[in-house]
């Protein structure tokens, strides 16, 4: 009898692989499909389950451990369904991850998943169940089923004893298999309570044979575009004596057969890095998820790691690294994990993201009307502000040109740093208790956004004095009016002073254009009925409220009431001219996360690090009334 093993996750890989096994198979004999899966892709599963349906000389599909999500839609291609007694199935409704945008394509998202779980359910009618039970499969809900629950819903005809099947397919497998000789070392190896029997032997060995082959797969089809390399892997499949990491040292030696190196410090491809790449930032965006931080736009592989615990994923990567992971407990696994570079990766890239959602989520009203500006270093800072350039003048014939000079201002700062640092234990990790690596960087996070606001308001309101020894607000400086309540009549008059300011030698209107009201909240509710009122709130009738009122974005924060509940600003487009400035360290404009594994303490330690200063640069950006 022969035998087609699907292993692993559903994606489309994993169809294009089965479509090219089956090509080999011969279709006058029967076939044994047999199923140990998670679910995956959709679309990939349907393929398998069509591809296999119409096997002419018979075909079983037999769950030798899991068969969830769409691999329940592949169980149901067999004539005769098999489950081993300590097997689950699980029936759900199509599901996506990366729907996004307004409500009419988030209703046509919904509407296509509809449409995909009807087409779901021509599978499931192989069950004899009626319409409205698979109806109550496909509800949105997981549906889980142990092997004698399968046998009852239809959805498998038989179940068999772990003898059985074992017995099964290795005598399907062992007259075309050779044992390799590290394989029979590892079992003879092996110390358990029982003598194993002949069949359980060669049924382990079989396994490993076919997770051989499986891996061998994996690591070969991101390259199976170039010439030869899909008969090379076949005959890496094939030879029973070369290891899966062997193979990946022949496919890495293949791929760089005749190619010189571009650049000296590239770094080669490894076998199964990509691999590892998408796991970790799967599992990152699932712990995120799990701590209750949205995530814009999840992997597509969470709906498969949304069970792992960190001690699965831990586990996963050093599976994935070829580690040997017998008898080892879960306190083990972590040790082990932490001596790698990709779990400290994972580990670190969760807090990070966490970190940085944290940081973006926070209120922005003060980044709205100040500019950015990037330093190299700590040293005292001097930003220069250029004046207009003079008027050109008149140039007779044969006359001589005239010489003319521009001017500078100038504002000093420094930046600082801010930081804490944070430590979740061994035991946490192992209780699978992730709040110190999750929900404490994101509010760490929003705890750097928030020291920005307090930096950026204490300078607005703190008026200090500029390069000319003039305070920020000041009627030597044009910015600052005579005190009136927030009005239109009161807009009016600063927007006119705003518009009359010049260039630092005075011969030019530079004409900074208003467009941000920044108010204390107990102004708040009167700046909003101004600026959305379609009419003139100061009169009774219908005399259309000022465009530049209208156009106004409003800022408002309760750290300004803190100082005064009457006093307003306005505040020009830093796309124009720069007022306030908010400036980092080169390269570093949001927090960061510098980690540490402990050697004297069973502690993972992470310090939040965030470089920060805050400048006034140009007093004409900017214009206040202290209100009435």
């Known amino acids: 009898m022969q035998t087609l093993t699907i292993f692993g996750p559903i994606s489309e890989a994993t169809s294009t692989q089965v479509l090219a096994d089956l090509a080999t198979l011969d279709r006058n004999q029967p076939l044994t499909v047999q199923i140990n899966s998670d679910g995956g892709s959709v679309q990939a599963g349907v393929a398998i389950f069509s591809a296999l349906l119409g096997w002419p000389a018979g075909l079983t599909t037999e ?42 394509t988030l209703r046509n998202a919904a509407d296509l998943l509809d449409r995909v779980a009807e087409t779901l359910k021509a599978a499931y009618r192989r069950t004899g169940q009626s319409e409205a039970v698979i109806a109550g499969w496909l509800d949105g809900s997981d549906h889980w089923f142990t092997a004698d629950e399968a046998l009852s819903a239809g959805l498998v005809t038989e179940v068999a004893t772990a003898e059985e099947t074992a017995t099964e397919f290795a005598n399907a497998m062992a007259s075309a298999i050779r044992i390799p000789l590290h394989i029979v070392s590892r079992i003879n190896a092996m110390t358990t309570p029982t003598v194993p029997t002949r069949a359980a032997i060669e049924a382990a060995a079989v396994q490993a044979e076919a997770q051989r082959r499986a891996d061998i797969r994996f690591m070969g089809q991101p390259f199976m575009a170039y010439e030869g390399m899909s008969s090379f892997v076949a ?104 001596a790698t570079d990709d779990f400290p990766a994972l580990l670190g890239n969760t807090a990070n993201k966490a970190l940085a959602l944290g940081y973006e989520t926070a209120p922005v009203g003060h980044t709205l009307f100040t500019g950015e500006r ?86 607005l309101t703190a008026n200090p004095n500029m390069r000319d020894g003039v305070p920020l607000f000041h009627a030597d400086h044009g910015n600052l009016s005579a005190v009136a309540a927030l009005s239109l009549q009161s807009l009016a008059l600063a927007r006119a002073a705003m518009r009359k300011q010049k260039g ?67 505040a020009a487009s830093p796309n124009q001219i720069d007022g306030i400035l908010r400036v980092y360290l080169d390269g570093q404009r949001q927090p960061t996360i510098i980690e540490n594994a402990e050697f004297k303490r069973d502690v993972y330690g992470y310090k939040v690090r965030h470089d920060f200063g805050v400048g006034v640069i140009d007093h004409r950006a900017l214009h206040m009334n202290p209100g009435a």
Not at 277 to 283: G, R, S, V
Not at 312 to 331: K, T, W
Not at 381 to 399: C, F, H, K, M, R
Not at 556 to 569: C, E, G, N, Q, T
Request: no cysteine.
């Open 235 to 338: 005959a890496l499949e094939t030879d029973t004596t070369v290891t899966a990491a062997q193979a990946g040292q022949r496919i890495l030696a293949q791929l760089g057969r005749g190619a010189e190196p571009i650049a000296g410090g590239a770094r080669p491809y490894l076998p199964g890095e990509n691999r590892l790449t998408e796991f970790k930032a799967a599992a990152t965006d699932v712990l995120l998820m799990r701590a209750g931080i949205k995530v814009a736009d999840p992997h597509p592989a969470t709906r498969d790691l949304q069970r792992m615990g960190i001690v699965a994923m831990a586990e996963s990567i050093l599976s994935m690294s070829g580690a040997d992971l017998r008898d080892r407990s879960s306190a083990g696994v972590i040790q082990a994990a932490f």
């Open 63 to 104: 769950v030798s451990g899991w068969a969830l999500s769409v691999a329940s839609v592949i169980l149901m291609a067999g004539s005769v369904r098999r489950v081993h007694a300590t097997g689950l199935v699980m029936v759900h409704a199509p599901w996506t991850g990366g729907a996004s945008g307004n409500a009419k």
């Open 504 to 570: 630092i030698n005075g011969l030019g209107y530079l004409d900074p254009q208003p467009r941000f009201l920044i108010v204390p909240v107990a102004l708040e509710t009167l700046a909003e009925q101004l600026i959305a009122s379609i009419v003139d709130p100061s009169k009774g009738n219908d005399t259309p409220n000022l465009q530049f009122i209208r156009n106004l974005t409003l800022v408002s924060d309760p750290r300004l009431d803190a100082v005064s509940d009457k006093a307003w600003y306005l």
């Open 374 to 459: 990037d330093v190299r270093d700590f040293k005292p800072q001097t930003l220069i502000n250029l004046s207009e350039a003079p008027d050109l003048d008149d140039v007779p014939e044969l006359g001589e040109y005239k010489s003319g000079t521009m001017r500078d201002s100038a504002t000093t700062f420094q930046l600082s740093t801010s930081g804490k640092i944070l430590e979740i234990s061994r035991q946490a990790l192992i209780n699978d208790d992730l709040g110190a690596l999750t929900s404490v960087p994101a509010a760490m996070g929003m705890a750097a956004r928030r020291m920005e606001a307090d930096k950026v308001f204490a300078m």
